[in-house]
């Protein structure tokens, strides 16, 4: 059953990121990384190597999605995966000051990764201030829905774990 919550919620970062976070971007002019939030998430409560592998998965679709340099999404968004699973063992996990920090941090390194890696590898095209500017505001808005979207997931896979725990397997005689 928790397979299953995770599948629902790479998927709902799927949608949100191609679809709802449209709107996000024409009220308040930024748009929210959900997968890289989703991927927070999972390192947050299962650890590093769970981060890495979604961090990855997301970074790539996001690099298919937006058609833009493949694998760079995909390195960073691991890369923050892995270190947000080794960095909660030492810290508490509910603090809501916390999880905003590690949105604000961990947006500011995907986008300074992100922005490394176009330097090096399309040189010609450069990075704009727009860029920077869209990075700000995409920081500020993680920062904010990270503890919301991190304490909702753990509600609901708490909800969907107890729920599976106490269904007793059927009889197979």
Request: charged share 10%; no cysteine.
């Amino acid at each position: 059953m928790i397979v299953l919550f995770y599948i629902f919620a790479l998927a709902a970062a799927l949608v949100i990121q191609t679809v709802i976070s449209g709107y996000f971007h024409t009220w308040l002019g930024a748009r929210p990384d959900a997968m890289l939030l989703v991927t927070l998430y999972i390192g947050v409560n299962r650890g590093s190597e769970s981060g890495l592998v979604t961090g990855f998965f997301l970074g790539l679709m996001k690099d298919i999605l937006s058609g833009g340099l493949l694998g760079s999404n995909a390195l960073s968004k691991g890369l923050l995966g892995y270190l947000t699973g080794n960095v909660v063992r030492n810290i508490g996990r509910s603090s809501w000051i916390f999880l905003g920090s590690l949105g604000l941090f961990a947006t500011a390194l995907d986008a300074f990764i992100w922005a490394t890696l176009s330097v090096v590898f399309e040189p010609d095209l450069g990075i704009s201030n727009e860029y920077w500017i869209a990075s700000m505001k995409t920081i500020a808005l993680n920062a904010i829905l990270a503890p919301f979207i991190i304490h909702l997931l753990s509600l609901a896979e708490a909800r969907i774990v107890s729920s599976s725990v106490s269904v007793p397997y059927p009889d197979r005689s």
